[in-house]
C-alpha cells in the first residue's frame, strides 16, 4: 500500500479504497446523524488503544458511540492516522487542545508532539490572551500542552508589556479576578522568559539581530545570513534558524528560506 494512497483511504471517490468497517456516532452532539467512518486494520495499526478494542479479548463493535468528542475535531484525529494533516498552526488552540485529548487517550505520541511544536507558532492577540491562559490552566493535568500554551501566551505578553504598558496592565481588571491564579502563572512564565535560552550565544543573538532588523516583507535569505556571519560554523546557524523556527520567534515567508521575525512570538 503506497503512503501517499492512504489518505485517499477515506475518500469514497477512490476507486482503490477497501469499504470501512467501523463508524463512530457522536451522541451527545446537537447534529446526531454526523459520524465518521474508518478501517479498524489502519487504526489499530496506529494505535494499540484502537488494536486491543478491535482485535483484543473482546468482541469489537461495528459502530461506535464517541461521548468525549465533537464530529470535528475526532474527524480530524482520524484524518492524522490516514496521513491526511491539517495545518495544525492554522488551528485554533482549543481545537489543538481537543485533539490533544484524543492523541493522549489514543496514545498517538507523534500526533502529540506535532501539536506541541504546532503552538508556539500561532498568533496570539490581545482580546485573546486571558482566553489562552485560561485554556493553558484548564489543560495542567496535560502538563506538556498546558506548558506550551502558557509560554505561548507569555510571549505575546511579554512582548506587550515592552511596547504597550497601558494595554498590558489591563489584565489586572476586576474582570479578571476570578483568575488571579492564571494571572500569576502567566507572569511567572513570562519572567523566566526576560532572558532567552540562547541569552550570550553570539551566534544566536547575530541570526536573531540580523532577522529582526531586516525590513523587506520576503524576509532574510539563510545564505544571506551566512555570507554575513563568515567567521560562523554553518552548523551553528542552521541550529540558531531551526531553534527560532520550533519557538516561534521567526517565520519563513513566501520564500521558503527566507526569515522575519513572527510579531507576535518575539523573546
Known sequence: ???????????????????TDVKFV????????????????????????????????????????ITDSTPEVFQAMIECIYNKKPKLDKC????????YYLAEKYNLETLK?????????????????????????????????????????ARFYLQLYNEHLE????????????????????????????K????GQETFESVYRMIKNCKDEV????????????????SEVEEALQHFINYGHIVSTTEENHFKMNPTNLP
Not at 489518505?7 to 482503490?16: G, I, T, V
Not at 474508518?38 to 488503544?49: G, Q, T, Y
Not at 511544536?117 to 500542552?145: C, G, Q, R, T, Y
Open 219 to 234: 524576509g532574510l535569505s539563510r545564505d544571506t545570513i551566512k555570507e554575513h556571519l563568515v567567521n560562523t560554523v554553518a
Open 167 to 194: 494595554y498590558a496592565l489591563c489584565l489586572f481588571s476586576a474582570g479578571n479576578r476570578a483568575h488571579a491564579a492564571v494571572i500569576f502563572n502567566l507572569m511567572e512564565r513570562m519572567k523566566k522568559l526576560e
Open 196 to 199: 532567552p535560552v540562547w541569552f
Open 26 to 65: 457522536f451522541g451527545n452532539n446537537e447534529d446526531s446523524t454526523k459520524e465518521v467512518k474508518a478501517h479498524k486494520l489502519i487504526l489499530a495499526f496506529a494505535s494499540e488503544v484502537f488494536n486491543r478494542e478491535f482485535y483484543g479479548s473482546m468482541e469489537s463493535e461495528d459502530v461506535i458511540e
Open 92 to 99: 485554533d488552540l482549543g481545537f489543538l487542545s481537543s485533539m
Open 1 to 19: 500500500m503506497a503512503l501517499e494512497n492512504l489518505s485517499k483511504f477515506l475518500d469514497p471517490n477512490f476507486d482503490m479504497s477497501p469499504p
Open 113 to 153: 508532539d506535532e501539536i506541541i511544536a504546532s503552538i508556539p507558532k500561532h498568533l496570539i492577540f490581545e482580546k485573546d490572551l486571558m482566553e489562552v491562559a485560561i485554556l493553558a490552566e484548564e489543560n495542567k493535568h496535560h502538563e506538556p500542552l498546558s506548558d506550551a500554551i502558557y509560554d505561548a501566551a
